[in-house]
């Protein structure tokens, strides 16, 4: 998959729109690998996050706050904006990204979409491709609609790619599309992530 992939998006008469959802490759995993990533998106606790002082969470809600305003036209209810929101900060940080480059890739994945589906079969927000859930998960794909399992499954894969990239961003942006190697992916991400750095 690549450039010019479509998604259909339920709520929308199932009309086409264009998005860049790439094909990820399924690869052999070595036992211990694909144990520690099934150990990573097995936790469903709701996403909680816990700070260390006042100033870390008077920063996050800063942070909400901002977000929020940039999503609306995305997301025009309040309620579902901020759950998003919130399990974005508490999915990216849990594997050790940054929120606005989670918010970027959704943002070419997806569009910010939850039911996006390409013509390759990824679905969701990230654009999980459903190899994953019988690699790592319970097999049920269906479940990549859940929010969540998304967000959550999408985080841990972004991570694992850029561990095996040696924290090659680039790299790991275009493995995660099935595009390595090639700019277009990376560049469009890196571009979109701009509008979700929160303020100086």
Not at 85 to 113: H, K, N
Not at 152 to 171: A, K, P, T
Request: glycine fraction near 10%; include cysteine; proline fraction near 6%.
């Amino acid at each position: 998959m690549g450039a010019g992939a479509t998604v259909l998006t339920a709520g929308l008469g199932g009309l086409p729109a264009p998005a860049w959802a790439g094909a990820q490759v399924e690869e052999p995993l070595a036992d211990a690998v694909r144990s520690a990533l099934s150990a990573a998106i097995a936790y469903d606790a709701p996403p909680k996050p816990h700070f260390d002082g006042i100033e870390s969470r008077l920063v996050y809600l800063r942070w909400l706050g901002e977000m929020s305003e940039r999503l609306k036209r995305q997301k025009a209810e309040a309620q579902t904006r901020i759950e998003f929101l919130e399990t974005v900060w508490y999915e990216s940080t849990r594997a050790g990204l940054e929120p606005a480059l989670v918010l970027g890739l959704i943002q070419v994945e997806s569009g910010f979409r939850k039911y996006a589906i390409s013509v390759a079969g990824a679905r969701g927000y990230m654009q999980v491709m459903p190899f994953w859930t019988r690699l790592i998960g319970d097999g049920q794909a269906s479940r990549l609609f859940h929010m969540q399992t998304n967000l959550r499954f999408g985080c841990v894969i972004m991570r694992h790619y850029l561990d095996r990239e040696n924290g090659d961003l680039f790299l790991a942006l275009g493995r995660y599309n099935g595009s390595r190697g090639k700019r277009e992916y990376p560049d469009l991400v890196f571009g979109a992530r701009k509008r979700w750095l929160p303020p100086a």
